[in-house]
């Protein structure tokens, strides 16, 4: 009886513990559950956080550069439609010249055919071939008319078989001029699109360009990376030249870099910013020309740098010895290549507005050891 007493006590006691400890759990659970939720949405929000934070990291130059380049996709594009365009008209205008011949030289050798077949038929009549070789008078006559007889005979099938060559190829060349207009079609339609497409992009840099221009901050940013690509390019002069020992030596006087246009829009050296209202250093001069025009070489020397560079865009940098460099920044395209020797004004590139450029034209400098000194002193 006693020991039913304690059994029982155990059991109640055990039920009393689990009726307590059972809910706590639960509600622990639960606690955990939502701290765990909690921390998720954290990480979350702090992923979009580093999300955002990386766009705001690319820079207006990033942007710029990155329209630039595919600009110059475009256009590389353009012109590779442009010159099958060119080839395919003159290959149609050789194909249809070779149609007409053909059709000429077809129309002459029916005529001749047609010719020896009314002859044959108004002076031979019903009279066949074999009439002719039996109507021989001796084995002599026989064998002359025969000879005679063959050779014609030969004759008409040549002529027929050059015929019907000439109408084979005749086929085969109308053929390949219908492959061709179809094909010219096509890319005609290629290029209106790549022309549209390079608008498109042209417009939206200079939306961005106009963007930029109305908001202080976003310039300044701008300005400020201009001026870290040019201390830049004055380390990578120095070692180059430290390290260079070929470089073709100049004259020491220079000549214009853009022949036929000497108009300057911007000089050299510190400026009062008209947006910022800070003084701003201007490493170079600012020649206006057009897109396109001839960059020459200001004087004889090694080109030790030909691509791209920040906010210079396209840029090309002249050695010429002895501590002496130039500089040819916004360029459209190059006609040199790093490594070439160059002579004083030899065509190096064409003008441009690609990089920190609101327009055509040619950013030039002259450095000394790397640094950026006057060019007046020197053109």
């Known amino acids: 009886m006693r020991r039913l007493r304690s059994g029982l006590a155990v059991f109640l006691s055990l039920v009393l513990l689990i009726g307590v400890i059972f809910p706590v759990y639960a509600d622990n659970v639960q606690e955990q559950q939502r701290k765990l939720q909690d921390v998720n949405r954290q990480i979350d929000q702090q992923r979009s956080n580093v999300n955002q934070a990386k766009k705001k990291e690319k820079t207006v130059i990033g942007q710029i550069s990155g329209l630039d380049q595919d600009i110059n996709k475009t256009e590389a594009e353009i012109k590779q439609i442009d010159e099958r365009i060119a080839f395919l008209e003159k290959s149609i205008a050789k194909t249809e010249e070779d149609i007409k011949v053909s059709e000429e030289a077809l129309a002459e050798q029916s005529d001749i055919l047609s010719e020896r077949l009314v002859f044959i038929y108004e002076e031979g009549g019903d009279v066949s071939y074999l009439e002719v070789l039996l109507s021989a008078t001796d084995i002599k006559e026989f064998l002359t008319r025969y000879d005679f007889l063959n050779m014609i005979v030969e004759q008409d099938v040549e002529l027929i078989k050059e015929i019907n060559k ?10 390949d001029l219908e492959i061709k207009q179809k094909e010219l079609m096509n890319i005609q339609t290629s290029q209106i699109s790549q022309k549209e497409i390079l608008d498109s992009q042209k417009e939206e840099k200079q939306k961005l360009l106009g963007n930029v221009r109305q908001e202080k901050k976003a310039l300044e940013q701008a300005l400020d990376e201009l001026e870290r690509t040019s201390r830049q390019l004055e380390t990578i002069i120095r070692q180059y030249q430290s390290g260079s020992t070929g470089s073709q030596v100049g004259t020491g006087v220079f000549t214009w870099p853009t022949p036929g246009y000497t108009q300057r829009t ?27 025009a001839t960059i020459v070489a200001a004087d004889s020397g090694t080109v030790m740098f030909a691509g791209w560079m920040s906010g210079y865009g396209q840029v090309i940098i002249i050695d010429h010895a ?22 004083k004004g030899q065509a190096i590139g064409k003008v441009g507005s690609t990089g920190w450029s609101t327009g055509p034209h040619l950013h030039f400098e002259v450095r000394i050891n790397g640094t950026p000194t006057n060019p007046a002193g020197y053109v």
């Open 166 to 175: 000439e109408k084979k190829e005749l086929a085969l060349k109308k053929c």
């Open 266 to 292: 911007s000089p050299y050296g510190m400026r009062l910013h008209p947006i910022l209202g800070e003084r701003r250093m201007h490493t170079g001069i600012d020649i206006k020309a057009p897109m396109g």
């Open 322 to 343: 002895n501590g002496l460099s130039t500089l040819y920044a916004h360029q459209s395209s190059f006609l040199v290549s790093k490594g070439t020797n160059v002579s």
